[in-house]
Structures are given as structure tokens and as C-alpha cells.
């Protein structure tokens, strides 16, 4: 095959259509190394069954977000012979047939949330980050209204080594600001929806995250985990290919 032929083979093999209800980028990971998704908020059951039937067909894996309850256990039903791992906070599920394997890139993502609401989002940035071969590392509830609790799961991330933070807040936003002063570590910041009242719904937490003074912090959109977990994960996975350059050198 010619090297025009090639081009023109991957161009139109980029794209699944099912059923002229999607369009999947199944190659997508082999693109840019970062999985397809399915979103699963207002689709139908039958369409959502449909499209992680071919996912799994044709990658072998389907990653599902912002699942019901009934599109959980819809899914639970129907690809129960396949490895099913579910995050229950972020009501997401990754679906896997048994010869998929999972690659590890050496690549370490840190998550922290302030608060237990903040788990969620934080779930959404763990799973993805999983997913694209990163280990990761979460630790809950250390927001600034005990700021002391932040000690211990700081020095946790610094003794793991992780090559990228992701840190989720709500409310005022504080903690992303707190931490970036700390680290020398590439920080994203998460406003999450948790708050209420004037600024709430993560309005404050992302103007405040927007307007933080400590370098060295990139903010997401609100409830952005899995743009979070993307971002970290390619962060972290260029800083493990280039650890592992200087170790064979």
C-alpha cells in the first residue's frame, strides 16, 4: 500500500456510524491517546445500548459518563459477561471484554477534592486518567475550613511523585490557590457545583479559581472532571515517556 493509500484508508476509518444516531470516533485513542466516550445524560436506552455495543465490538472497551440509575443497571443487565468496573460517585462505568488489557504508561495523577460533595467530579478525573494508563491517587475532604487537614494528603502526593494535580472545589474555590502555593507540580483546578446561593452552583469557585494569584494553575470548566483527567493524564503521560528516555540513556 502506498503512503497515499494509507492516509486515505485512516480517513475513512475514522468513524463508526450506528444506526445514524452517532458517530463514534473509535480511533480517536490512536489519534491523540484519549478514549471515545459515551455521555449517556438524555440519550435513549435502546441508543445507549446500541452505541456501546459497537464500542465494545470495535475497541474492545466503552467508557460511559453521567449514567441514571436505570441506564446503570440497564447496561449491568445487558454486558454483564464483560468486565464492568463502575464509579458510583460519578456515575460513570467502564465496560471491558476479557482480552482487553489495560496499558500502564508510568504516568502518576494526583486528586484531591475538597469536600466529600467534591467526590464525584473527582471520580470522573480518576476514571479517565486510569483509563489513558496513568496510576492515580485521590484523597478527600481537605478543604481550607480545616486547612490543617490538608497536610497529610499533600505529603502524600509529594512521597508518591505524581507528575500532575487535579484539585476540585466548590463554594469559594479556595483550595486550588492554597495548593498551587505549596507545589512545584502542574496543577488544573475543578469548580465543582457544590454551594448555594449568590455564587453558587460553582460560579464563585470558578472566578475565583479564574482570578487565582498562585502560578502554575490551569482552570476547567465547572463539574469538568473527565476534561480535568484528560489534561493530567497527557501531562503526565509525556512526563513518564521522558523519565523513562533519561533512564535508558
Known sequence: MSVP?????????????????????????????????????????EDLLSICARMLRKSRRVIVTRLNDGQ???????????????????????IKRRDY??????????????GTVDLGVAEEAVMIAQEMGCETFLEVDAGVAGIHRLVEPLKAMIRNNVDCLIVVAGREGALPTVVAGLVDVPLIAVPSSSGYGYG???EAALMAMLQACSLGLAVVNIDAG???GVVAAQIANRVARARTGLKGS
Not at 7 to 28: F, G, P, Q, S, W
Not at 72 to 94: C, D, M, N, P, W
Open 5 to 45: 493509500e494509507a492516509e486515505k484508508a485512516l480517513r475513512m476509518n475514522v468513524i463508526e456510524n450506528v444506526a445514524n444516531i452517532a458517530k463514534l470516533d473509535t480511533k480517536r485513542e490512536i489519534r491523540r491517546s484519549t478514549p471515545e466516550m459515551i455521555f449517556a445524560e438524555g440519550k435513549a436506552n
Open 72 to 94: 446503570t443497571e440497564l447496561l449491568r443487565k445487558k454486558f454483564g459477561k464483560y468486565q464492568l468496573k463502575r464509579f458510583s460517585h460519578a456515575k460513570s462505568i467502564v
Open 101 to 114: 488489557t489495560r496499558p500502564r504508561t508510568g504516568g502518576k495523577v494526583g486528586v484531591l477534592t475538597a
Open 200 to 202: 453558587g452552583g460553582g
Open 226 to 228: 473527565v476534561a480535568a
